[in-house]
């Protein structure tokens, strides 16, 4: 046993005894850090019901009606489709976690989370597409014993075990990318901007939102997508529509080649989609269809980021778990496998918020 198992040993003894917990709760100068853990095991213990509240607030439309302004519970409970005891309910749990808060007797508005919460783009479509992930979280353990995949998450990610998507499928998933990309998107080109570059293939580009993203802020770099057939024709229907030129190409990564010419790559919220061997394949077919030189970012959450475990490690690693298919990488893992794939310089560029995505950039 090394002294680090001793410490820990000591340590998880004296904070799981009962008797010391009661004390450190009544002692003045330890009163605070007693009450500040126990919250946050209590919030660890209640994470479903809270997320809950957040998903009644979203999907009965509470939030964007107090965005309009404050009101009284008896027009909320109109307005939600619940009696005025339900309203009432709800709003006294939403404004607990900050969501609404009370603006006067009988009168509630909008909570600085449920402020942030509606600016943050997509975070309003992720907690209404929850509800498949927490039916696959019914049993965590069957899930875990089992592998993974096989439920509601799978399904609905049908690449990831079913195989490619029909039009219903894509626009399903296409539409929840989209709402939530343009996070991503701000992460990514903050930190690489593309000045320079000439043509952008963005490989299981979706819809072709990250590459909009990209024509707001470098209108000169030519823009070509790579994805599924269905998903493709997504994107080019949207860029015709806008007028926006666009090269989609249709097709499978790991049967079809990827069209040629550009002089960077763009792998966003993909290669984590996979497992090691085809997370590699992939990798392969990028550095095939490269000249030397040119250059691939690889912009999504990933493992063991200071500060973003609970992201990477704990959300992403279990919703991967229930869609079937990847895992979230630590960077250096990622920087391997471009190693391994031929690609040189690989290293990681500083994003403000690895939360919604950590970039790596590497070189044909
Ligand atoms: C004015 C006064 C009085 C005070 C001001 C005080 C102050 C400075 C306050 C700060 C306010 C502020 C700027 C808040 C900002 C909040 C932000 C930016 C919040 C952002 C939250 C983002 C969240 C919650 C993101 C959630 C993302 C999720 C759940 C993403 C899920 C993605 C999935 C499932 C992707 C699936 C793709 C696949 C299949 C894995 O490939
Ligand atoms: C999680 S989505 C990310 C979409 C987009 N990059 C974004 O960040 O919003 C993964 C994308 O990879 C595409 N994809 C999955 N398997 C693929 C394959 N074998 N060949 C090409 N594209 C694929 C999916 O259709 C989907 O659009």
Known sequence: ?????????????????????????????????????????????????????????????????????????GDL???????????????????????AESAGPDRWALGVEGAALLGAPGVAAMIDHH??????LADPLALLRRGGGGGALAAYWTYAEGGPPDAKAAGAYSGLMTASQAMVAAQVLDAYPMGGHRRLLDVGGGEGTFLRAV?????????????????????????????????ATGGDVFRDALPGGADIVSLIRVLHDHDDGPALEILHAIRRALEPGAVLIIGEPMAQEHGAERVGDAYFGIYLLAMGSGRPRPAR??????????????????TAMPMIASLIVARA
Request: proline letters at 5%; glycine letters at 6%.
């Open 215 to 247: 024509a707001a802020r470098a209108p000169d770099v030519e823009r070509m997508l790579f994805d599924l057939p269905a998903v493709a024709e997504r994107a080019r229907a949207r860029f015709a529509a806008e007028g926006l030129q666009l090269h």
């Open 131 to 136: 509800a498949l992930l927490y039916a696959d």
């Open 77 to 99: 409970a109109a307005h939600l489709d619940l009696d005025r005891d339900g309203a009432l309910r709800l709003l006294r749990a939403a404004a607990a976690l900050k969501l």
């Open 333 to 350: 893992e990622i920087i391997a496998m471009c190693e391994q794939a031929g690609f040189v310089s690989a290293r990681r560029i500083p």
């Open 1 to 73: 046993m090394t002294l680090a198992d001793r410490w820990r040993g000591w340590r998880n003894a004296l904070i799981g005894s009962p008797g010391f917990q009661r004390w450190a709760a009544r002692f003045p100068l330890t009163r605070p850090v007693a009450r500040r853990r126990a919250q946050a095991l209590f919030d660890l213990t209640a994470g479903f019901v809270y997320s809950q509240i957040a998903h009644a607030c979203v999907r009965s439309g509470l939030l964007e009606r107090l965005a309009a302004g404050p009101a009284e519970v």
